[in-house]
């Protein structure tokens, strides 16, 4: 393993992981954008991170991270903070989506037939169908 060493680079904001969740964006010397899990920091400061290069791994100290100096005039920073507000607010759209499915699972077993008539009746026909498919398969296990 090789030692770290003293990096100079620019937090570009958050970025939406394809698993879901939030990274930090970061821009190393080369111009290069790398990904990393930390707590949110000032889009456009520069930083001082603890890093290694081993081939095409980088490892990095990001947390530890040790901030340098701001944005000052950078043209990229309103890009940068687009993108992150935008990260932002899907994923938090995203953790309001699974918590809605969590609860409505845990609600399911206090619903009467008079509500599940009336959310039925709201639903298009072939989600009704597909629906009254799982309950059948359900009942029948």
């Known amino acids: 393993m090789t030692s770290l060493v003293a990096e100079v ?22 111009g290069e954008e790398l990904l990393f899990k930390c707590k949110h920091r000032a ?13 095409t791994h980088i490892r990095a100290s990001v947390d530890r991270a040790v901030f340098v ?9 309103p890009g940068w903070a687009a993108v992150d507000r935008a990260a932002y607010t899907s994923d938090q ?6 918590r809605a499915k969590r609860d409505a699972a845990q609600r ?16 298009p026909a072939p989600q009704r169908a597909a629906l009254l498919a799982n309950v059948l398969l359900h009942i029948r296990a």
């Open 108 to 123: 399911f077993g206090e619903l009467t037939l008079d509500d599940l008539r009336v959310r039925l009746a709201a639903l």
């Open 69 to 77: 100096e701001d944005a000052g005039d950078d043209p990229r920073v």
């Open 43 to 55: 889009i456009g400061a520069t930083y001082e991170v603890q890093a290694s290069r081993d081939g």
């Open 9 to 30: 680079w620019i937090y570009a904001g958050r970025r939406e992981l394809a698993g879901g969740g939030l990274a930090g964006a970061w821009v190393d010397g080369t």
């Open 93 to 98: 759209a995203r953790r309001r989506e699974e």
